[in-house]
């Protein structure tokens, strides 16, 4: 599987420009609530500062997700635009900075996918029944507080006249 190496003796004081794509296979992900459907894109620039890497830029990949409400599929691409990762840098000769965007990516997951998300709200609302309420509200208020003079009340009353 192909990796985002770099060999920090090849890398510019300035930084170096890292474009490209890391397979889906870097998710490791094949599961009935989510499915990768295509590489991971990076546009990144990755600069050392002493003994830190810094990597900064934008990273998406596409997953099929299945919708919460109509547990429908819908597909869905996953965008990190300010990703930023910083890197302790040892005696080695090349970080590997694949792992942290994958991570990156997956922190990104909608917490509830649901079809609007991945721009097919129609289809789903189409699908489910719609559970709002739309009829008119009652002017009146009813009240659910016991009314003073129920037989209970007045039982309790008595207790608080004797002492």
Partial sequence: MKRLLVELENLPEAGKKYSGELD?????IDDEEVTSIGPLAFDLHVQRFE?????RGNISAPFKFRCVRCLGYFDY?????DFAASFQIDSQN???VSDSLRE???????????????????DC?????????DKEGGTGVNSSAPIRNSGVWDALNELGDHH
């Fill in 24 to 28: 889906s296979e870097i998710f490791g």
């Fill in 104 to 122: 990156e990516i997956v922190l990104d997951f909608p917490a509830y996918p649901k079809c609007a998300d991945g721009g097919m709200e129609n």
């Fill in 125 to 133: 609302m189409a699908k489910t029944p719609y559970f709002g309420v």
């Fill in 77 to 81: 691409v996953v965008e990190v635009c």
């Fill in 94 to 96: 090349v970080v590997d």
């Fill in 51 to 55: 003994n830190e890497l810094f990597v």
